[in-house]
């Protein structure tokens, strides 16, 4: 009773196990594949609406030792290829690193050429990209490759990839250039030529900006002329008329009591002429700057009649009798500063006065 159970116990796990390996999976993101002896079943049991798919996601079933069932990976797969060097229009070396996005589209192709190894098929699509970017960078130079065509270059690489790449049941959706560097020893020579070019540029931006300075500057210096001159006429302007004003104001002064007047004047000579004890002046004795000292009387005849006002004509003697005291008197205060250091020379008709009288 006991065997029977085993054999029993035996045979169920026998019969699970087969059953096991009869069935299998297919998942959302692989494509599977059955072979007989490593040979590709028929493509009866493809779908219809999606050619090149032999199952559909779900469960399948298939004989146990006879069939083999390879998956693959449905999903967009990332190739990030080596940096390789390229050629210029201008014989320019450049290092070039890309990377390209593709996916199965065709599994048995696909298994039929590269036998389902991811890595030669990786192998084979990097080798076309490398011969793809080595045609269009060799027809351009460095600037349309940099900045001006690359999108344009990634579009033509892109097409021409596909076509290629349907023998291998194989689907390039996009090939990109992460970046464009060149070699040390040409990086070295563009940077100077870069820097020359900007050196030349800011000389003359330099240039343009002096000649500017200095157009500026003669403008700045032009109206300053201008400004000071029409200042200086102005002022001229009005000191003469303000020359003109005090004159008519002293005349008028002057008339309404010209005694008084000449002894003010005298008295400010007598100031500035007698300022220091030690002075010496030497002067005729009766000369017109002591009128006031000869005159006890405090008169002086020579300008008892007035002085006209601004504009008015005065008689002849009025006139040179006035003229004469002024200038006499301004012409001793003016010139004694000239002769208070001199010592006294011996003369029959002069003697040395001090100015304590």
């Given at each position: ?196 070019e900007r050196e030349r540029e800011a000389k003359k931006l330099r240039s343009q900006g002096e000649a500017e300075a200095v157009r500026i500057r003669a403008e700045a210096d032009r109206k300053r002329i201008e400004v000071i001159s029409e200042a ?63 005159n006890l009387n405090g008169n002086n005849p020579t300008l008892s009649m007035p002085i006209p006002e601004s504009g008015k004509k005065a008689p002849e003697v ?40």
């Amino acid at each position: 009773m006991a065997g029977n159970k085993v054999i029993v116990l035996a045979m169920t796990a026998i019969l699970v196990l087969i059953g096991l390996m009869c069935i299998f999976t297919v998942k959302e993101t692989e494509l599977a594949l059955m072979l007989r002896f490593g040979k590709v079943i028929s493509t009866d049991l493809e779908d219809e609406q999606e050619p090149g798919v032999h199952f559909k996601p779900g469960l399948h079933f298939k004989v146990p030792f006879y069939h083999t069932v390879r998956k693959f990976d449905k999903r967009i797969q990332t190739l990030d290829a080596q940096p390789e060097h390229f050629l210029t229009s201008e014989k320019k070396n450049l290092i070039v690193d890309s990377f390209i996005k593709w996916r199965i589209i065709d599994v048995v192709t696909y298994y039929t050429a590269v036998g389902g190894s991811s890595l030669r098929a990786k192998q084979r699509l990097g080798e076309m990209i490398a011969d793809g970017l080595r045609s269009q960078f060799g027809k351009r130079t460095i600037k349309e490759v940099v900045s001006g065509d690359r999108s344009e270059i990634m579009d033509i690489i892109t097409e021409k990839a596909n076509d290629n790449a349907k023998q291998f049941g194989i689907k390039i959706v996009d090939v990109r250039i992460k970046r464009i560097e060149l070699p040390r020893e040409v990086s070295s020579s563009v940077y100077r030529r870069m820097e020359a070019e900007r050196e030349r540029e800011a000389k003359k931006l330099r240039s343009q900006g002096e000649a500017e300075a200095v157009r500026i500057r003669a403008e700045a210096d032009r109206k300053r002329i201008e400004v000071i001159s029409e200042a200086e006429r102005e002022s001229e302007e009005i000191r003469g008329n303000g020359d003109a004003e005090a004159a008519d104001t002293y005349a008028q002064a002057y008339n309404q009591n010209p005694e008084f007047y000449a002894l003010s004047r005298s008295l400010n000579a007598y100031k500035t002429t007698f300022n220091d004890r030690r002075d010496v002046l030497l002067i005729q004795p009766d000369s017109d700057f002591f009128n006031y000292f000869n005159n006890l009387n405090g008169n002086n005849p020579t300008l008892s009649m007035p002085i006209p006002e601004s504009g008015k004509k005065a008689p002849e003697v009025e006139k040179e009798t006035a003229s004469e005291e002024i200038a006499a008197t301004e012409e001793v205060g003016e010139s004694s500063q000239a002769e208070k250091a001199s010592e006294p020379t011996p003369s029959e008709d002069s003697s040395p006065v001090d100015k304590n009288g």
